[in-house]
């Protein structure tokens, strides 16, 4: 079968750093996204990694290892704004999503 | 200026009544998908769509029609509405059927079933 965890919740303080990890177990992987959705909102893609290693965009990382099935998102300089549901996804023929992390980002 | 766009935003209905959802993407993408998002926020494919032509399929009631009349649009068609259909209901496209690709989605559509 296809699973994916992540934690169901995070919170933190502004400024801070926060990493989000993903453990998926599924066949056909081509690579791991992740999508951050506001209350009330839609999924927009943060980040895609097809291979082992460190993608950075601004104040947003994400981490893949393939051997270990395993990736996380970094975010870094948090902000009030950043208060969102984020998913990791694992890209197979389709996108299958985790069941999402609640982040709470206080003042 | 909007690149995936859906109508209705909400859509409150009765039990076993049938409805259409209309998805419309400006951004020359071949590919297009409905999604359906649940109250726990699970958010699972339910079809996609490559150049009209459909390519997935996933094990969902046939109650659920999607039809792409040109591969700008993908509605989505819903008969003899039940209780557990109540979600929000999401478009999104992507540049080609290769699944690295972004997706882009609309800004849903609250279905509720009453």
């Known amino acids: 079968g296809q699973s994916l965890e992540q934690p169901s919740e995070v919170t933190a303080v502004e400024g801070a750093i926060v990493q989000i990890n993903c453990t998926y177990q599924t066949s056909g992987f081509y690579g791991l996204s992740w999508y951050q959705q506001h209350d009330g909102g839609a999924p927009t893609f943060l980040s895609y990694?097809?291979?082992?290693g460190l993608e950075e965009t601004g104040r947003f990382s994400s981490f893949l290892s393939r051997s270990d099935s395993y990736g996380y998102l970094l975010l870094q300089e948090l902000q009030m704004k950043d208060s969102a549901s984020y998913f990791c996804?694992?890209?197979?023929?389709?996108?299958?999503f985790g069941t999402g992390t609640r982040l709470q980002v206080f003042p | 200026d909007t690149a995936v766009s859906q109508t209705p935003k909400y859509l409150v209905t009765q039990m076993g009544n049938d409805k259409s959802i209309k998805c419309e993407q400006n951004l020359g993408h071949d590919t297009m998908y409905w999604y359906k998002q649940d109250s726990k926020k699970f958010l699972k494919i339910m079809f996609s769509?490559?150049?009209?032509?459909?390519?997935i399929n996933e094990t969902v009631p046939n109650r659920f029609s999607p039809k792409s009349p040109d591969k700008a649009h993908l509605n989505l068609h819903i008969n003899s509405l039940e209780l557990g259909d109540s979600a929000v209901y999401f478009c999104a496209s992507s540049q080609e059927r290769t699944i690295m690709n972004e997706q882009f989605f609309g800004p849903g559509t609250r279905l509720t079933v009453l």
């Open positions: 769509y490559n150049n009209k032509e459909l390519i």
């Open positions: 996804a694992v890209n197979t023929d389709k996108l299958i």
């Open positions: 990694n097809a291979l082992d």
